[in-house]
């Protein structure tokens, strides 16, 4: 490709003088000339032939003279360079000129050879100028490319990260709905007849009791009383009824919790007890509360607050209360395997959760803490992160607590905090507004 240089002289034999001289150059197209008489057609010529490489310009021109030509030069951001020429011993225009970002001059009258000198030192520089230029750019663009491709990642993790969640939360909550449903019938079967059950058995005991009162017994009758030890069933029969009625009651409370806990016919936001969900949440977690062989139980401290009912998707903060309550559990058991007998004896593993009011009565906070290892200031900048998790392949996605940060923030325009030190446990802060406003609700 040719090096396009652009003369501006008003001297009118310069065109021809140069283009003769420069003929073989011109002819080999290593150089393509473009001529100007003054600033303003300079301007113009550039204006059409943006690639120009190099201006070689006279100081002392109608209309527009060399200097205010190179004024006007420095405003226009390409990658060309100035040369400029004036009459010999003309120092201090050179020197302005020079000032104004020229790269080089030559004096009149015009020694060709240096000319040429001069305009391969500049091609070369402007070369250097292109090349860095383009580098540069593709710099840019490959920097950009790259935070495209890692924005487009963050979006699929998170994408990924929710579609996850939700497919695990929602066949959990199915799941749990479907066992709720299946245990429901049969108990309010038994339920349904414990009552006819407690009724028959007094009456038939009553009737025994006439039949003991008015009928001779026989001596095989009164063996079979004594073989069965009927005095000893009677005063213990009602007590089963009671007992199994206790049973009942507890299976009854289970399958309510699980229900309250899947909640699938409540998709929308509606004014809910907030205790109702955390005393379902443990409900689920209770057998990992209870003791183990390898662990003692986890007591479970519970503070609450008199709280007014809280608009909210209630399925989904059932999800955050159990996830979090999940990981206090992970934390304590950690915890308790580094514990000798005597260490968990003198401080018993807990769980708190504690339940207030905030702000003008806004806003309720429940807080979470437990008495677990803790965690380090590292682990605790990245634990709303998807997919970050400190546990065994297999044991853990890292997707608990991303999870609870997007539903208490983006669904519900609360906040989700943690406060934590190594070795000191960790304390878990939601906070939820009372109201969801329009707007909020308008997003969702
Ligand atoms: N109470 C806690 N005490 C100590 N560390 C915790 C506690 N809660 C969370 N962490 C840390 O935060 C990390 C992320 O928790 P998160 O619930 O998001 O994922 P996970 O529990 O590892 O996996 P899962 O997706 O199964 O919940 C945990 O791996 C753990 O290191
Ligand atoms: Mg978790």
């Not at 304390?427 to 009372?434: A, C, K, L, S, T």
């Amino acid at each position: 490709m040719s090096a396009k240089i652009l003369f501006v002289d008003d001297e009118p034999d310069l065109k021809s003088l140069i283009s003769q001289r420069f003929r073989k150059k011109i002819r080999a197209e290593e150089w393509q000339l473009f001529f100007a008489h003054n600033g303003v057609e300079a301007l113009e010529k550039l204006k059409e032939n943006p690639d120009i490489d190099m201006v070689v310009t006279d100081l002392n021109m109608p209309e527009m003279d060399g200097l205010t030509l190179l004024s006007e030069l420095n405003q226009i951001n390409l990658p060309f360079k100035t040369i400029v020429i004036s009459a010999y011993g003309d120092m201090k225009n050179i020197r302005n000129a020079m000032n104004f970002g020229a790269f080089d001059f030559l004096t009149k009258p015009i020694d060709f050879h240096d000319l040429e000198i001069t305009i391969n030192k500049t091609l070369r520089d402007v070369q250097q100028l292109k090349e860095n230029q383009r580098l540069r750019q593709s710099e840019a663009w490959a920097r950009e490319q790259a935070l495209h491709l890692q924005h487009g990642l963050q979006d699929l993790k998170k994408t990924q990260a929710q579609l996850i969640q939700t497919a695990k939360m929602s066949s959990l909550g199915q799941v749990v709905a479907g066992i709720a449903h299946e245990i429901n019938n049969p108990v309010n079967f038994i339920y349904g007849n414990l009552s006819h059950v407690t009724d028959y058995i007094q009456d038939l005991l009553h009737l025994l009791h006439l039949y003991q009162q008015y009928t001779p017994l026989s001596a095989e009758i009164q063996t079979e009383i004594e073989a069965i030890d009927l005095e000893f069933m009677i005063a213990d029969l009602p007590q089963i009824l009671v007992s199994m009625k206790g049973g009942v009651d507890r299976i009854q409370k289970i399958v309510l919790s699980l229900r309250n806990f899947s909640r699938l016919d409540e998709a929308n936001i509606k004014p809910v007890d907030i205790h109702e969900g955390i005393k379902s949440s443990l409900m689920i977690l209770q057998n990992q509360l209870q003791t183990r062989a390898a662990r003692p139980e986890i007591q479970v401290i519970e503070e609450y607050s008199t709280l007014p009912l809280v608009e909210c998707y209630a399925g989904e903060l059932n999800q955050v209360f159990i996830n979090i309550i999940y990981n206090a559990i992970d934390a304590l058991n950690e915890c308790n395997k580094q514990r000798s007998l005597d260490d968990i004896r003198a401080c018993p593993l807990a769980i708190t959760i504690r339940t207030f009011l905030l702000e003008e009565n806004s806003r309720v906070v429940i807080q979470i803490r437990d008495n677990g290892l803790g965690m380090t200031a590292d682990v605790k900048d990245r634990i709303f992160e998807p997919f970050f998790t400190t546990k065994p392949v297999g044991e853990g996605t890292g997707l608990g607590l991303y999870i609870s940060y997007q539903i208490v923030l983006e669904k519900h325009g609360g906040a989700l905090k943690c406060f934590s030190e190594e070795g000191q446990g960790a304390e878990f802060w939601i906070e939820i507004p009372i109201r969801q406003t329009r707007s909020e609700l308008d997003v969702i």
